[in-house]
Structure formats: structure tokens, C-alpha cells
């Protein structure tokens, strides 16, 4: 099943550009997703599973990377634009 994952980051910090970066250029390492950028989100769709576990995996190396942020996903089930 497709899945469509709409995501923003939220940095909880002066300087917010760098995590914003770090989560595009991170989840972009990933192939078999279709990755688009917009002013204030990135939409992920791919497989499923494959889709949900490169965003979980890409939200954990930013914080680690970068420290706290807030996400705000909306998850789309069987749709792909």
C-alpha cells in the first residue's frame, strides 16, 4: 500500500534552519520514496511500511543530530498525488 506522509518540523531553537535542512537532505538518502519540498513541508510517499520507517529513522537522527523539535504529520493511507 502507498502511503503519503505530509510533514513539518518544528526546531525548538533560535537558529531553526540547519535541523530543517538536515531532515531534507537525510530523508532524501532514501531511495524508492518520492520526496517534495514545500515552504513549509515535506511530503514522502512510498511503501508503507518503507515510508514510515525512513521518516521515524530520519526523526531520530535529528535529534540526536540537532535536539529537540516538534513534527506535525498528516498520514495518508492508499492515496498518492
Do not use: H
Amino acid at each position: 500500500m502507498i502511503v503519503t506522509i505530509d510533514i513539518s518540523m518544528y526546531p525548538n531553537r533560535e537558529d531553526f534552519i540547519p535541523p530543517i535542512k538536515g531532515f531534507i537532505k537525510k530523508i532524501n538518502n532514501y531511495e524508492d520514496l518520492k520526496v517534495v519540498t514545500y515552504p513549509t513541508s515535506t511530503v514522502v510517499q512510498g511503501e508503507y511500511i518503507y515510508a514510515m520507517n525512513a521518516v521515524q529513522e530520519t526523526i531520530a537522527f535529528c535529534y540526536q543530530e540537532y535536539d529537540m523539535a516538534v513534527y506535525v504529520a498528516k498520514i495518508i493511507p492508499g492515496y498518492e498525488a
